[in-house]
Structures are given as C-alpha cells and as structure tokens.
C-alpha cells in the first residue's frame, strides 16, 4: 500500500520544476496523495498548472501568503473539493535581495526585517491558522522548510537566519497548539539546493560545493531526497513526530570539521 493514499495535501511554494515543493509533490503523488498547489501570483499560473496536471492534480490556486483573503479562499475552495485536508506543506520564503548581500549590521533595515518575518515565518502560522477547520478530526501534518542559517551564521543569509529561527520556535509552538486535535507539526532543514530562489544569490554554486565536501556523504541533497522526507513527515509513519527540525542535508550540520580536512 502507498503511503499517503487518500491523503489530501496543500502545497504552497511551487514556482517551477526545480522548487523544493516540486520535489515534494512529485513524492507525495507518487505515495498516492491527492494534491492541490497554489501559485503566488499569475506569473507563475501557467507554469504552475502544468506541473499540477503531471502530478495529477486539478486543484491550482492562486495564494500570496501576505493576503488573508486568498489564504481562506484556498481553504474554501478546497472545502468543495475534498472532506477535508490531511496535510499542508509550506515551502515558501523570501527577502528583499538587497538584505542578502553584505554586511549584517549594514544591509539590515526595519522594512526587510518585517518582510523576511511576514512572509518566511508568520505565513505558516497563517495557513496553520485558517486550514485548522478543514483539519479537524484528521489528525493532520504541517510541513516547513527551513534552512541551517537559523541555527549557525554563514555570509550573506542575513535576515533570513533569523526568520528562520522564528519559523522553527513556530513548529514548535504550533505543534502545542494543534497537538490537541491530533495534528503534527515539523519542519525539514535541508540543504542547499540550486532553485528560483537559490538562483538570486552570489557564489551559490561555491556554497554548494563547499557543503558536498563538507559533509559526512560528500554530497549535496536533490529536491526527490528532500520530497521523501516530506512524504514520511505527511504519512502515519511518522506519528509519533512534533515539532522537530530534521535535517535532510546529507549530514552537514552534523560537522565542526569535514571528513577530509587533513590534521597535520
Ligand atoms: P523556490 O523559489 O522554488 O520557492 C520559493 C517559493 O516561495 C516560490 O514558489 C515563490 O513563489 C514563493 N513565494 C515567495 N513569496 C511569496 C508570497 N508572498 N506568497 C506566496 N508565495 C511566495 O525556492 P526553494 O528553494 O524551493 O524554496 C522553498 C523553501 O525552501 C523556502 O522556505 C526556502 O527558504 C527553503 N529552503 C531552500 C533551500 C535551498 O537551498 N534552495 C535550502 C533550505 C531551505
Ligand atoms: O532560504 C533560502 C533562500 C532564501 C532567499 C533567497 C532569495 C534570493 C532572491 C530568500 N529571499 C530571496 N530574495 C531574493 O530576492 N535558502 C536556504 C537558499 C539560500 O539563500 C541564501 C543562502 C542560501 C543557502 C542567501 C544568502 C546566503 C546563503
């Protein structure tokens, strides 16, 4: 049997084949979920709906994560779709670019601050907040992605770090607070991986192999690694899991050193 057969899923954060929620969806509807995927804005919406219908879904709706109006008619609309939702994944964040390049103290200001924070952090709490009654009774799993820049500094991440801490204490927060009603709550701390958003920053190829050679597999991890271990977060397996970070970056975090640094 496939592991989330007849499971509903919300997937917020597909931009294109290369996104991270892409390579969850691919997972999810390969364990035989049934899908629905929102899109930011229309110039996403062609794309987008294309790649729904590969996963075999026709559920495509429009969802910018700062509107409160488009997030309840995502829930409304899928309320005539489907009983309800088993699961809703949340693969979105974002920054200002001119806060993720250059010094900390420098580049920071109040409005990237509050940017960063609305939409990589509290939007998750929002979609937790207006899915809770689509929810009910299904003994739901939440799903975030996170990155290692919430934990440990590294250059030019910025603002992001800290909006990623903020997302992570939400997990658990929001794992409390839905642990009444049965639902789960976890995020997924993944490694970097080269997506839309990857694309905008400086040197990401460099990160990329500085973390494979770093790291106890000496690799980097695929959006299919990190989509696998959404689909185990989403299904019964993972039960007895709440508000935990686990990290799908082929043990990076793990390291002081690399396995290949030279002690002389
Ligand atoms: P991506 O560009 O493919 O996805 C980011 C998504 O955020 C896009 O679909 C974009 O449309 C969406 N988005 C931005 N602002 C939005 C808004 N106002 N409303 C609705 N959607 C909005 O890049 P990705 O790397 O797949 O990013 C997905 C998640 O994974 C992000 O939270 C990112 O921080 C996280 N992450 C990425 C990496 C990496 O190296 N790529 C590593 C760890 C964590
Ligand atoms: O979380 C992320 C992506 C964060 C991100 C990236 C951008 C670039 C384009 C958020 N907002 C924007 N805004 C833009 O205008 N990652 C984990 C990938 C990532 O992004 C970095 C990284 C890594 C790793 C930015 C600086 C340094 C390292």
């Keep these: 049997m ?32 049934n899908l629905a995927i929102t899109y930011q804005n229309e110039r996403f919406k062609n794309k987008v709906e294309t790649l729904a219908k590969k996963w075999g879904s026709d559920i495509c709706l429009p969802c910018d994560v700062t509107r409160d109006d488009q997030i309840n008619k995502v829930f409304s609309e899928l309320k005539k779709n489907w009983e309800g939702v088993d699961c809703i994944v949340h693969a979105v964040g974002y920054a200002p670019s001119n806060e993720l390049d250059g010094n900390f103290v420098d580049v920071t200001t109040r409005e990237g601050f509050k940017i960063a924070h609305e939409i990589s952090s509290y939007s998750f709490i929002a ?49 409390v607070s839905l642990g009444e009603d049965g639902h789960r709550v976890n995020a997924i701390s993944a490694g970097p991986i080269k997506t839309l958003a990857a694309s905008g920053v400086k040197n990401f190829r460099k990160m990329l192999s500085y973390n494979a050679s770093r790291s106890p597999l000496l690799k980097n991890v695929s959006i299919e690694e990190v989509g696998n271990a959404a689909t185990f977060l989403a299904s019964d397996l993972a039960s007895g899991i709440t508000g935990e970070t686990l990290y799908v970056d082929a043990g990076f975090n793990i390291t002081a050193m690399g396995p290949l640094e030279e002690i002389k």
Excluded at 130 to 135: C, P, R
Excluded at 143 to 156: E, F, V, W
């Design 2 to 33: 496939k592991l989330l057969e007849n499971k509903n899923v919300l997937i917020v954060g597909v931009a294109n084949k290369h996104s991270i929620a892409s390579g969850i969806a691919a997972s999810m509807s390969e364990q035989g979920a």
């Design 127 to 175: 979609l937790a907040k207006a899915g809770k009654e689509t929810m009910k009774g299904r003994k739901g799993s939440l799903i975030t992605l996170s990155y290692l820049g919430s934990q440990k500094t590294l250059p030019n991440y910025n603002i992001m770090g800290l909006a990623k801490a903020s997302l992570e204490a939400s997990v658990r927060f929001l794992a």
